[in-house]
């Protein structure tokens, strides 16, 4: 049997524990004195000395100590050990700052935190999507979720009547006479607004049943109730698309004795009544109201 060259030779004798025990680890790994070089990126001179005890023939003792630390934490041993059964036999004042590059050619980062992670990127991912999900969630809720009036409709004024307190005259004016329902002895007048009115667009004779369709300016969630027969009937709760009808054209009107209209944004949604468009309610924001007026 051929003798191993000097290169692979793998069973250093020395005396000390401490290199006894680096040699034995290596040879437990199976690995040569080149690939526990290779792997721990030490130079192969410095492997030799570390498994002989050779410590002496370091710059200084910081120079054993941290070569001892790299090279039994890359062997599986216990680098706090090994850095106390080591006994320099010179005083160990010197820094780990004078290693010199030809003895380190690089030192391993394995043992390091990267920066960036697959976990932290994951993560960071994750808060992302969840940020997006809400936001989306927000904005559905946002245009479907019912908005009350800011005014109870029971104080809603109807259109034409006469504000009393801001009126410089008490007495009613024709054309707020003509507007305002007249009530019954004994019974409350209507507080509903009635459909806004115009000259180039009157309101067109009553008909039973009456007919209604919303035409949506922008995006708007309307609530459409219907009279029939004296009970309330709730025929529609959405958001109307920007452009659209509903009910749409080729579809039968909403019919009923009479509607209860709630609007998140009186501005944004067209009355078409009886066939004819009135056009938004007059008074923007949150509106719910009534057609006709007093019926």
């Known amino acids: ?18 290199a006894s025990q680096l040699g034995v680890a290596r040879l437990r790994l199976g690995w040569t004195l080149e690939e526990a070089a290779a792997r721990t990126r030490l130079h192969l001179n410095v492997i030799r ?16 100590r941290g070569f001892l630390r790299i090279y ?12 106390r059964d080591f006994q320099p036999l010179s005083d160990p004042e010197d820094s780990i700052l004078d290693l010199r590059p030809e003895m380190l050619e690089a030192l391993p980062t394995r043992a390091s935190e990267p920066i960036l992670t697959t976990r932290g990127i994951g993560l960071g991912v994750m808060g992302l999507v969840g940020v997006f999900i809400v936001s989306v969630v927000g904005i559905q ?10 005014k109870d409709p029971s104080t809603l004024a109807p259109i034409g009547a006469v504000d009393k307190s801001s009126s410089p005259s008490s007495s009613p004016t024709p054309e707020a006479s003509t507007s305002a329902p007249s009530a019954k002895p004994g019974e409350p007048l209507s507080t509903l607004p009635m459909v806004q009115t115009s000259e180039n667009n009157p309101t067109p004779a009553a008909a039973a049943p009456q007919q209604l ?4 300016k922008k995006d708007t ?3 459409i109730v219907a009279i029939r ?12 698309d920007e452009d659209d009808i509903v009910p749409a054209k080729d579809d039968p009107a ?23 468009n009135f056009g938004p309610y007059e008074k923007p924001g949150p509106q719910t109201f009534r057609l006709p007026a007093g019926r």
């Open 49 to 64: 000395r570390l498994e002989a005890g050779d410590f002496d023939k370091f710059p200084s003792v910081a120079y054993a």
């Open 141 to 150: 809720l946002y245009r479907v979720w019912p908005v009350k009036s800011p």
């Open 72 to 83: 039994s934490r890359e062997l599986g041993l216990d680098p706090k050990k090994i850095l």
């Open 213 to 216: 369709r919303i035409k949506a």
């Open 254 to 276: 909403w019919t009923g004795e009479a509607f209860i209209i709630t609007t998140r944004e009186a501005a944004d949604a067209e009355i078409i009544f009886n066939d004819s």
């Open 229 to 240: 027969d004296g009970k309330e009937v709730q025929l529609f709760e959405d958001t109307i």
């Open 1 to 18: 049997m051929s003798k191993k060259t000097s290169a692979t030779v793998d069973t250093p004798e020395s005396t000390d524990p401490v």
């Open 221 to 223: 969630w309307v609530r």
